[in-house]
């Protein structure tokens, strides 16, 4: 079995500030691990997924996150948010062939 | 590329009623698979379809169904709707089925059932 804990629903930040949204992770197999964002009323798009290799990942937007085997964590970063970050962000991990999601940590940006 | 698309967007049904959507994958992908979303319990996968066939299947009544046609086009059908069912319905696509590979998601259907 797997699971993914998004630890914190929602993070108010100001914009420019570093923002980190945390993610934690049990799988009895080895996983692939994966940050998605989702903007109202829309699906979700792939910030940045971590296969293999480094364990600092790097994506779109700006934003980056590190792939921590003994803490089993997969923290997503940004050092500096704008307004237009303003989301839900959802971890997932794959180690059976199905996305498992967590329970998604909204961010939000104010001026 | 043309994207996911998820057709209808938005639909209101009535309780007991059914209802059929649809999904397009992304040109030459071969999987696809269905997540429902809802604020209390988040994401949760539905069933993966490939090649026409059911690979996995999540924890969901067998008023969920679902079919893959040989274009990889897939529909979801949910029978005897109740008010629980109302919820966000996602479709992913991916070219292959490996715990690797990217899924791209289409805008979802609204299923609103009153």
């Known amino acids: 079995a797997q699971s993914v804990t998004q630890l914190d629903s929602q993070v108010p930040v100001f914009e420019e500030a570093p923002v980190e949204l945390r993610c934690n992770y049990s799988?009895?197999?080895?996983?692939?691990l994966f940050w998605y964002v989702q903007y109202p009323n829309q699906g979700l798009q792939l910030l940045l997924k971590y296969l293999s290799g480094s364990t600092l990942v790097k994506g779109i937007n700006g934003f980056e996150a590190e792939f921590n085997k003994s803490q089993t964590s997969f923290h997503l970063r940004k050092p500096s948010v704008h307004i237009s970050d303003t989301a839900e962000y959802f971890c997932a991990v794959n180690g059976y062939s199905t996305l498992t999601f967590g329970k998604g940590t909204m961010l939000l940006v104010s001026p | 590329k043309a994207g996911v698309t998820q057709t209808p967007r938005y639909l209101i049904k009535t309780r007991g009623q059914q209802v059929t959507l649809s999904c397009s994958p992304i040109s030459g992908h071969r999987s696809v698979s269905w997540y429902q979303q809802t604020p209390g319990q988040g994401l949760q996968f539905l069933f993966e379809?490939?090649?026409?066939?059911?690979?996995n299947k999540g924890n969901f009544p067998g008023r969920f169904s679902g079919r893959q046609f040989s274009n990889s086009r897939s529909e979801m059908n949910v029978s005897t709707l109740e008010l629980g069912d109302s919820a966000l319905y996602l479709c992913a696509s991916s070219y292959g089925t490996g715990m690797n590979t990217e899924a791209f998601f289409g805008q979802g259907t609204r299923l609103t059932v009153v």
């Open positions: 379809y490939f090649s026409e066939t059911q690979r």
């Open positions: 799988s009895s197999v080895s996983v692939y």
